[in-house]
T-cell receptor
Framework: GENVEQHPSTLSVQEGDSAVIKCTYS??????FPWYKQELGKRPQLIID?????GEKKDQRIAVTLNKTAKHFSLHITETQPEDSAVYFCAPLSGGYNKLIFGAGTRLAVHP | EPEVTQTPSHQVTQMGQEVILHCVPISNHLYFYWYRQILGQKVEFLVS????????KSEIFDDQFSVERPDGSNFTLKIRSTKLEDSAMYFC??????????????FGPGTRLTVL
């Protein structure tokens, strides 16, 4: 079956630093790669996504890079703020159909 | 901005009882999903639904589970005979389908199911 791995599982940074979370996947047919942010007790919220026809996408302080050959994509957050503290999930779309396969999550803590 | 809504926010039930979780997807969306998240764990796919039928289902989605779109707005998940291990947060999601199934999925706030 599909396998999705995220690293690191926890990440602690100082406010203003950058954070990078990496996701590797096994399904070579995947072509849609979103990142979700989940605050405690809340719904997963789509923060950025990328499709397989591009290598990088940026939205203000957030960017996603994709290496389809190596089957990994990464979330980059610059100038981190305390409100960025949350659990972040990668969730590549299964190539066979339209289900998201979630990684185990990365708990990001941004310290003032 | 339109959002997916879910009711109830919290459901407590006795083992063996039937529960129905309700979702109202975003109005012009064509693809509907249920996921679940056991406390402290990752989100797991249960089922996808398109054109009034199940597109795909996971191993978790056994004969105890069913989905329905009874009218043009609601999308329900039924668990016929709940087990303790069904306790989890259940999320409904919908997608527009503007680029086929490979589009954004937007999640509802979830229903926390507690089976006693």
């Amino acid at each position: 079956g599909e396998n999705v791995e995220q690293h690191p599982s926890t990440l602690s940074v100082q406010e203003g630093d950058s954070a990078v979370i990496k996701c590797t996947y096994s399904d070579s047919a995947s072509n849609y790669f979103p990142w979700y942010k989940q605050e405690l007790g809340k719904r997963p919220q789509l923060i950025i996504d990328i499709r397989s026809n591009v290598g990088e996408k940026k939205d203000q302080r957030i960017a996603v890079t994709l290496n389809k050959t190596a089957k990994h994509f990464s979330l980059h957050i610059t100038e981190t703020q305390p409100e960025d503290s949350a659990v972040y999930f990668c969730a590549p779309l299964s190539g066979g159909y339209n289900k998201l396969i979630f990684g185990a999550g990365t708990r990001l803590a941004v310290h003032p | 901005e339109p959002e997916v809504t879910q009711t109830p926010s919290h459901q407590v039930t006795q083992m063996g009882q039937e529960v129905i979780l309700h979702c109202v997807p975003i109005s012009n969306h064509l693809y509907f999903y249920w996921y679940r998240q056991i406390l402290g764990q990752k989100v797991e796919f249960l089922v996808s639904f398109y054109n009034n039928e199940i597109s795909e289902k996971s191993e978790i989605f056994d004969d105890q589970f069913s989905v329905e779109r009874p009218d043009g707005s609601n999308f329900t998940l039924k668990i016929r005979s709940t087990k303790l291990e069904d306790s989890a947060m259940y999320f409904c999601a919908s997608g527009s389908g503007t680029s086929g199934p490979h589009n954004e999925q937007f999640f509802g706030p979830g229903t926390r199911l507690t089976v006693l």
